[in-house]
């Protein structure tokens, strides 16, 4: 049996990120059921950084961040959100509520709008808000920086090895897997859709996490129209967003919500239908024939606030858990709260400045 001193359970972007500030603190193994880091939620999300989030403790964790998210992983590029005619009182209240983390965000007429997206429909659209600091993000490139700091600070990542138990033996807990068995003085449960699962395992109360399928279509837009330098567009309600996936192709999401069971998620029918409705609905643009399709799980808690934070219940065993669709775009903020917690360390400034404290986080909020 190997010991170590912590062992992260999941190498999606929240655990990968996490174990790789921990390493430097400790020994530490990141366990991952699939053959890659990343392979179900942070892999399949459209990686944007703004602040249209229902959540102020979200938006706050963004703006924490920012900051962090840099080259080669993210880079500017503009977001546009966009009101229907009867969604004014919606524009200005996100307006008020963007421009205490972007001040620099602008209001925008609906003829300013259609200049940077050329198909939104006259008829729908009353007014914009534009973003331009906003943040695209490579999933692939933050995963593989996170593993490459995991691993030069001699951690290890053990991927397509399942955890199958947990069993806390004094101060430690050891966690079996199909292939070997592990110690660890502590446990960061960071598994996504499968948390509460890996809660049960060590026979702690689950948190109540609702797995929530997302659907993505992209197409290729007729004719010559380069659609390389539109912002990312967002609905002010939730409708749907599109970008650009290259010059001639576009990404676009019905932001369905369809509550699963933890699984690998494929796209349904009908959310696949309601993307390509939406799209024609809002643009001039026809969605004739699809050049791909995928689906995602959003992973909440019944707050719909992340956790990172020791369960009160079990020494030890510390959550990591809930970042919906944001994980990427907070996880800088997220791997700082859980370095200090784990590490013991004085809390971040970073999350101090925004008002992000231990208990806004903690998984006792939720008893």
């Known amino acids: 049996m190997a010991h170590y001193d912590f062992i992260v359970i999941g190498a999606g972007i929240a655990g990968l990120s996490a174990a790789a500030r921990l390493a430097k603190h400790g020994s530490t193994l990141v366990i991952e059921a699939e053959s890659a880091p990343g392979f179900h939620s942070s892999g399949r999300s459209a990686a944007f950084a703004h602040y249209d989030m229902a959540s102020p403790m979200v938006r706050a964790l963004t703006a924490a961040s920012m900051p962090l998210l840099t080259e080669p ?20 209240g996100l307006f008020d509520a963007y421009r205490e983390w972007a001040p620099e965000v602008e209001r925008l007429t609906a003829d300013e709008a259609r200049k940077l997206v050329p198909v939104l429909r006259e008829d729908w659209l009353s007014g914009a808000i534009l973003d331009r600091r906003a943040k695209k993000l490579d999933a692939h490139a933050m995963l593989e920086g996170h593993r490459k700091q995991l691993l030069e600070s001699g951690g290890t990542l053990d991927c397509g090895n399942e955890v199958i138990a947990l069993r806390q033996e004094g101060s430690r807990w050891v966690v079996e897997t199909r292939n070997d068995h592990h110690s660890a003085g502590t446990i960061v449960n960071a598994a996504g859709a499968w948390a509460d699962h890996i809660a049960r395992l060590a026979g702690i109360a689950p948190l109540g996490l609702q797995p929530l399928r997302r659907t993505v279509i992209t197409y290729d837009v007729a004719g010559a129209l380069n659609v390389s330098g539109w ?33 690998d998620a494929q796209p349904d029918e009908e959310d696949i239908a309601l993307a390509a409705w939406r799209v024609e609905q809002i643009t001039t643009l026809e969605v004739r024939r699809l050049a791909g399709k995928w689906a995602g799980l959003r992973s909440f808690l019944p707050d719909r606030q992340p956790v990172a934070g020791f369960d009160g219940a079990a020494s030890g065993f510390f959550w990591l ?47």
């Open 231 to 263: 912002p990312f567009t967002k609905t002010v309600g939730p409708d749907l967003y599109f970008e650009a996936e290259g010059q001639g192709r576009l990404l676009a999401c019905p932001m369905d919500e369809g509550p699963s069971q933890p699984c």
């Open 73 to 92: 992983a993210a880079h500017e590029h503009p977001a546009l959100f966009i009101a229907a005619k009867g969604e004014e009182a919606a524009l200005a």
């Open 321 to 367: 858990a809930g970042q919906g669709g944001f994980g990427l775009q907070t996880s800088p903020a997220m791997a700082l709260a859980t370095e200090a917690l784990v590490a013991r360390l004085d809390w971040p400034d970073a999350l101090e400045a925004v008002g992000v404290s231990k208990q806004s986080l903690s998984p006792e909020r939720l008893a």
